[in-house]
């Protein structure tokens, strides 16, 4: 409640603690008068207030000297310090503002301007409390989320994964079925790699997050890996123009299996929303020191509001319901977090006159991949 708060007064005039003392009392606030700034912070460590008034001149420690030592200690420094002080000068207030002081009341002191700035300043103590305490409790339901989802995924893979096997077994002995009855597995199939596929980024994005995901590098040419994840996609893909461009070699230091995946998911979405008799471009080039791929579609494209949020972990979500962008799973996610672990960038353009441009960017080789 605010009138229950506590306020440290701190000055070494007597008639100055009994002034504001009997301004702040009716109030219903208790005030707790030192005379010294070592009495104030030894008063604060042994309960502290929820606002302090602190006279900037006083003899031994000044107000500056208090306030940055207020500020030095962690269950202290959060506490609003509001400087009381005789001086005008912009200097001085400045100072004020640069030690950690959150407002500053002039002498001679003005009763209604004392209790109009301390209720302010423990409104917004208040509300910042309040604050911290929702971000602490959404956090915690973040993470219980993040833990449930977890564990569902985790307990999903095993039973996809038998489904999958079995539906393969299947297709090797399908040799009775008809012609329809081949497609409906084929479908099914495809629809149990897709699941799939989902469960284990998912895996993947919270163990990246988790810094549990192993990086294994080793120094790889990524124009070369470019070229193999094409020749992949265009066994796939038959009749899809995929059309790769680089010159020369590009040596990067990077764990393999990784940034291929971060290769394969970048082309799988420009292969996913580009018009199937369009062209895909993917490109390998070396630019500022880092190695650049990059994957160029002529699709709806990405709007500039949802460049950022399609990256982040559910900004796919955020995007899909603003009719931004269709991302299914978390590839995306998935190749910030591992282009990131490898000490590049990673980001979406425009192309004209329409699709997307995606791309991402390494340390040449013999940059060392912190981990």
Request: glycine share 6%.
């Amino acid at each position: 409640m605010l009138t229950a708060a506590n306020i440290l007064v701190v000055d070494d005039m007597a008639e100055n603690l009994r002034l504001l003392a009997s301004i702040l009392e009716p109030l219903g606030f208790e005030v707790r008068p030192v005379t010294s700034g070592r009495q104030a912070l030894a008063a604060a460590e042994q309960a502290p207030p929820d606002l302090v008034l602190l006279d900037v001149s006083m003899p031994e420690m000044s107000g500056y000297e208090v306030c940055e030592a207020f500020k030095a200690q962690p269950e202290l420094r959060e506490i609003p310090i509001i400087f009381l002080t005789a001086h005008s000068d912009i200097a001085d207030k400045v100072k004020a503002f640069s030690v950690g002081g959150v407002d500053f009341i002039s002498k001679p002191f003005h009763p209604e301007e004392v209790q109009a700035r301390v209720k302010t300043h423990l409104a917004l103590r208040r509300a910042h409390l309040e604050l911290s305490d929702s971000y602490l409790k959404l956090r915690q339901l973040e993470q219980l989320r993040d833990d449930l989802v977890h564990m569902v995924v985790h307990d999903m893979r095993s039973p996809l994964t038998v489904l999958v096997g079995h539906l393969n077994f299947l297709r090797d002995d399908s040799s009775g079925l008809s012609k329809e009855g081949a497609e409906d597995l084929n479908a099914a199939i495809m629809g149990a790699q897709a699941l799939a596929r989902m469960t284990n980024e998912l895996l993947d994005v919270s163990r990246m997050e988790e810094g549990t995901l192993p990086l294994r590098p080793t120094e790889q040419d990524l124009a070369d890996l470019a070229a193999q994840v094409r020749r992949s996609f265009e066994g796939l893909e038959r009749g899809r123009r995929i059309e790769l461009e680089a010159s020369e070699p590009l040596r990067v230091t990077c764990d393999e299996g990784v940034i291929r995946r971060v290769l394969e998911n970048l082309v799988n979405n420009a292969l996913k929303h580009a018009p199937p008799s369009s062209l895909v471009r993917i490109g390998c080039r070396a630019t500022g020191g880092a190695a650049r791929f990059e994957v160029w579609d002529e699709g709806p494209g990405v709007p500039p509001e949802a460049r950022q949020r399609i990256f982040e972990k559910f900004g796919a979500v955020a995007a899909r319901k603003a009719n931004d962008y269709h991302s299914a799973g978390l590839g995306l996610a998935f190749c910030k977090l591992a282009v990131e672990a490898h000490q590049g960038s990673i980001g979406v353009e425009a192309c004209q006159p329409q699709g997307s441009g995606f791309w991402f960017e390494l340390p040449l080789a013999h940059v060392p991949v912190r981990r």
